[in-house]
C-alpha cells in the first residue's frame, strides 16, 4: 500500500454497515490508497448485522491529521445520521477535511432528512451518495478512482 499525500477516512460507530465498510475499505486499500477506519469510540464496535470491527483510529486521534484527509466515507444511512450530526468532535473533523476540499461518501438520505446535511460544511457540493442495494464493489472501485485522481 502506497501512502498518497492525504488519507481517506471511513467512520466506523455502532450500527453501522459493515458490508460498505469492508468493500470501500478493501477496494480503496486495493487501489494503494492510504485507508484509515476511524472509530467514533475506542472500542470494538459492532455494525448493523453484529461483525465487530476494531478501528484503526479513534475519532480523537484522527483530528490531529483531519487537514490531510482527501475523503470521509460515512457507511451509514438515513434515520441514524441523525445522532452523528450532534457529535462536536465530527462535526470538526468533517470542518477539517472541508478544508483539504475533501470528498465526502455517505449512504442514501431520506428526503426529511435535509438537517443531516448540515454536517457537512460545503452542503451537497462534494457529497456522493453510495447505493444501498446495488453492486457496492463496482461503486468501492468508482470511488477509489475519484479519490485516487486526488493524489
Not at 467512520?11 to 487501489?31: H, M, P, Q, S, Y
Not at 447505493?131 to 485522481?149: C, Q, T, Y
Request: with cysteine; proline share 5%; charged share 20%.
Amino acid at each position: 500500500m502506497s501512502q498518497a499525500r492525504g488519507w481517506i477516512a471511513v467512520l466506523w460507530g455502532e450500527n453501522f454497515d459493515e458490508k460498505a465498510a469492508t468493500i470501500f475499505v478493501t477496494e480503496l486499500r486495493a487501489a494503494g490508497l492510504w485507508v484509515k477506519m476511524v472509530g467514533l469510540n475506542p472500542l470494538p464496535i459492532s455494525g448493523s448485522h453484529g461483525m465487530v470491527i476494531v478501528p484503526d483510529f479513534t475519532l480523537d486521534e484522527a483530528l490531529a491529521a483531519a487537514q490531510e484527509v482527501i475523503g470521509v466515507i460515512i457507511p451509514y444511512a438515513s434515520p441514524g445520521i441523525k445522532r452523528l450530526r450532534n457529535d462536536p468532535r465530527l462535526r470538526m473533523f468533517c470542518e477539517r477535511a472541508a478544508k483539504n476540499e475533501a470528498g465526502f461518501v455517505i449512504g442514501l438520505l431520506d428526503e426529511g432528512d435535509i438537517d443531516d446535511l448540515a454536517l457537512f460544511p460545503n452542503g451537497t457540493s462534494n457529497l456522493v451518495s453510495y447505493p444501498i442495494r446495488e453492486n457496492l464493489v463496482e461503486f468501492g472501485r468508482d470511488l477509489a478512482k475519484m479519490f485516487g485522481a486526488l493524489v
